[in-house]
């Protein structure tokens, strides 16, 4: 297995705790992705430790060439990072599994098993952010009325408001109240939130 990171202390404290692993064996350590990709052409790594903030390249990005370059290499993530979107983000780019740097020895070295048995693995904590709902999933859907959604439909494609007051047949003062309610009733300040949120919802494609 294989550690990038960018902080040597950190590779030094993952040496040191793995070191006591029989089963696991460190082929090698790297401050960069770039430094890992060179050796990755040449050698075969069962499973890598990554960083998400690298100097020279996004963990993020770094995952996905990782595994174009490697299919059977797992990825865990281990990164300082509580982000959802990053978390989903390492996921989409075929990681592993995801842990903060704040894991205990016993979850790093489980989830490290886990990896290579196939299974998609994560720290308690990140398990605990996973199974929370994002703050869009407590929206509920606002009544709106159909000329509301039509208007809706309408933002989303990206239509204007003189557009839409002259295929509607209404005036603009008219379409620029409608816009003014969906925005209360979606509880947002602009129109990206509001077809952000719509789309989320299902309201609108």
Request: hydrophobic share 40%.
């Given at each position: 297995m294989a550690i990038v990171d960018d902080h040597p202390i950190v590779i030094e404290g993952l040496k040191n705790l793995l070191a006591a692993q029989p089963d696991l064996e460190i082929t090698g350590?790297?401050?960069?992705?770039?430094?890992?990709?060179?050796?990755?052409?040449d050698h075969v790594v069962d499973v890598v430790l990554l960083d998400i903030t690298l100097p020279d390249i996004s963990g993020i990005e770094l995952c996905k060439e990782i595994r174009m370059m490697a299919p059977q290499t797992f990825?865990?993530?281990?990164?300082?990072?509580?982000?959802?979107?990053?978390i989903f983000q390492m996921l989409h780019n075929g990681a592993s599994g995801y842990l903060l740097k704040n894991a205990s020895a016993n979850e790093l070295i489980n989830s490290i098993h886990e990896a290579?048995?196939?299974?998609?693995?994560?720290?308690?904590?990140i398990r605990e952010i996973m199974?929370?709902?994002?703050?869009?999933?407590?929206?509920?859907?606002?009544?709106?009325?159909?000329?509301?959604?039509?208007?809706?439909?309408?933002?989303a494609q990206g239509e204007t408001t003189a557009g839409m007051a002259e295929s509607l047949f209404l005036s603009k003062l008219t379409i620029e109240t409608?816009?003014?309610?969906l925005l209360q009733k979606f509880a947002v300040k602009n129109v990206a939130q509001l077809i952000s949120i719509a789309t989320q919802q299902g309201i609108v494609p």
């Open positions: 350590s790297f401050t960069t992705g770039t430094e890992f990709l060179v050796f990755l052409k990825v865990l993530a281990l990164s300082n990072h509580n982000e959802r979107s990053m290579l048995e196939g299974k998609v693995t994560f720290s308690n904590s199974s929370m709902p994002h703050l869009t999933e407590f929206r509920e859907k606002p009544a709106i009325t159909k000329r509301e959604l039509e208007i809706l439909k309408l933002i409608h816009r003014r309610n």
